[in-house]
């Protein structure tokens, strides 16, 4: 299954204003920033990864699940599922 930017929705959003972030906190670590804002910047932006990530599976199960009822494809195995999840992790 291919990606387009319809089909993942604000991920792409979520996944640019974290590339914003992470900019961010290397200028910190290179201004020598105080370790403790630093790292909760850093945190923040690992958090929006992850949530773009798992946005990113939710729409992709989606987009399979609809092309599975409409019979353009074959159901996902549970193997497979896992591992995307797990990829995540």
Do not use: W, Y
């Amino acid at each position: 299954m291919e990606l387009t930017e319809s089909m993942v929705g604000d991920a792409a959003v979520r996944l640019r204003r974290a590339h914003g972030q992470l900019a961010g906190v290397i200028a910190m670590i290179e201004a020598g920033e105080d370790c403790v804002k630093v790292l909760t910047q850093l945190a923040a932006v690992s958090k929006a990864l992850d949530r773009a990530g798992f946005k990113i599976v939710a729409s992709g199960l989606r987009h399979c699940q609809d092309a599975q009822n409409r019979g353009e494809q074959p159901p996902m195995a549970m193997e497979e599922l896992e591992k995307l999840f797990l990829a995540l992790a």
